[in-house]
């Protein structure tokens, strides 16, 4: 490289690496800002105790005559011997209001392979939810807390700050009732503090561990980002038929109002 050559990538540099200082520092910015997204594409890896997978999830936020509305859509597919095993993908399905106490859904599906799927109906005025499953349609009453499996990972991300001062603190219990489309359950989260190593970068978390009793099976435990508008960066569980899944992030991609503002972290 000659010395012109080199005048000339130094007088790129000296453009180049300001913008780009100037790109991050708005994106981060607004990471930490309260404001919102209005796409959020998420991506995670699944490792179980059979083999591994994969799950895409998305949520829409959209405004209509002052009314917020979401819609959460999930869809899991299995991969290797997991695949042989549980053929077919696990689809989920969930959509509602955001309000000012945080996401109020009023409808959910849990559909897994060719399977009719698992329906959660949320009647807010009467305060009746109906739940179908396996050609079986129950009601019982809605708990002014209720959410479904899916909306309660992104939950958070909706809540007043306030809210989230007051009740998402170390030692405290987060209590929620939770529909999975067959039956319903008060959940009670223990909250603590962990600095989480993931494929995006090392994280502060606010981790909830699931407390149970002793005819509950199921465990939960969710770590959430605040930097990331308290998304769910990485989800254990339990399930009922005994399988361990292990969900941890592998991709964040957030779209804001304006088309150019928008991050991505691999």
């Not at 997978?53 to 999930?74: C, P």
Request: glycine share 4%; with cysteine.
């Amino acid at each position: 490289m000659n010395v012109k050559s080199i005048l000339l990538f130094l007088i790129f540099l000296s453009y180049a690496i300001p913008a780009y200082a100037a790109e991050v520092a708005s994106r981060s910015s607004i990471l930490r800002s309260d404001k919102i997204p209005t796409r959020i594409h998420v991506g995670y890896t699944i490792t179980t105790g059979i083999g591994n997978g994969e799950l895409s999830e998305i949520v829409d936020i959209d405004q209509k005559a002052d009314t917020h509305t979401f819609n959460i859509s999930s869809n899991a597919q299995a991969t290797g011997i997991f695949k042989v095993i549980k053929p077919g993908n696990i689809i989920r399905n969930s959509r509602g209001l955001i309000t000012d106490k945080g996401l109020q859904p009023d409808y959910y599906s849990d559909q897994r392979a060719n399977k009719e799927p698992s329906l959660a109906l949320f009647d807010w005025r009467r305060k009746i939810l109906t739940l179908k499953h396996e050609g079986k349609e129950t009601t019982e009453p809605l708990a002014v807390d209720t959410l479904d499996r899916l909306s309660l990972s992104y939950h958070f991300i909706f809540m007043p700050q306030a809210e989230v001062q007051d009740k998402m603190q170390t030692g405290k219990l987060f209590k929620v009732h939770v529909t999975d489309g067959r039956s319903t359950q008060l959940m009670r989260f223990k909250i603590s503090n962990e600095k989480l190593d993931t494929p995006v970068g090392r994280l502060d978390t606010l981790v909830l561990t699931k407390l149970y009793d002793r005819d509950d099976s199921m465990r939960r435990k969710i770590w959430l980002a605040p930097d990331y508008h308290m998304i769910p960066v990485r989800i254990q569980s339990v399930e009922k038929d005994g399988l361990e899944v292990d969900k941890m992030i592998a991709e964040i991609n957030l779209s804001y109002d304006k088309p150019d503002v928008s991050c991505c972290r691999r």
